[in-house]
């Protein structure tokens, strides 16, 4: 004999549908944080703030921080590539954190993360770019990096920010000589 459906319902335990659907949803939050590949659970509490307030600046700047260790880490291990792209993330974090500041003190230290995110990216991208002599540099890079350190000349920075952007801009222009021309110092 079956149970009727009202004897079914009692014999139910009143926490299973509950129970499946909140593991439901954690299953499908693990996929979400696994798919976004986070460094560390800091990140993944960053981008959560972020996700919570996406104006606010706090969590921007604490997102590019993360950013910029999880390229040095890239670095470390070797992965020059990994490491420019997250320099790349950490870049448009700070610049976004800048364009949120809402005053002076934290536009500037918007605007000087930023500048030496920038910095750093572009050396980096110096060193992927430039070959031994026998080889061809990758001038589209040096360009790129060329470009980048340009952006930080024209921002309002501190002056030892200036003075790296401008010892880092003619590293670049001399490694984007012609052949043995790039030895050759400039007048």
């Known amino acids: 004999m079956h149970p009727s ?7 139910r335990d009143p926490w299973v549908i509950p129970g499946l659907a909140l593991l439901a949803a954690l299953t499908v939050l693990v996929i979400l944080i696994y798919a976004s590949q986070p460094q560390s659970a800091g990140e993944v509490g960053g981008r959560a703030l972020v996700a919570l307030a996406p104006d606010a600046y706090t969590p921007r700047i604490s997102r590019a921080r993360e950013r910029v260790k999880a390229a040095l880490d890239a670095a470390a291990r070797g992965d020059t590539a990994a490491a420019i792209a997250r320099y790349a993330e950490a870049e448009e974090e700070a610049l976004t954190a800048r364009e949120r500041a809402g005053t002076p003190e934290r536009t500037a230290e918007a605007t000087e993360l930023w500048a030496g995110i920038a910095l ?3 050396g980096l991208m110096l ?8 080889r061809g540099d990758d001038n589209q890079m040096l360009r790129d990096a060329a470009a980048i350190v340009q952006r930080v000349q024209t921002a ?5 920010t200036k003075q ?3 010892a880092l801009a003619q590293r670049i222009e001399r490694q ?12």
């Not at 060193?127 to 026998?134: I, K, L, N, Q, S």
Request: net charge positive.
């Open 5 to 11: 459906p009202r004897a079914r319902s009692a014999l």
């Open 120 to 122: 750093d990216r572009a």
């Open 127 to 134: 060193g992927a770019g430039t070959t031994p002599w026998y």
């Open 156 to 160: 309002p920075t501190a002056t030892p």
């Open 164 to 166: 790296r952007a401008e």
């Open 176 to 187: 984007l000589r012609p052949g043995p021309l790039e030895w050759v110092p400039r007048r």
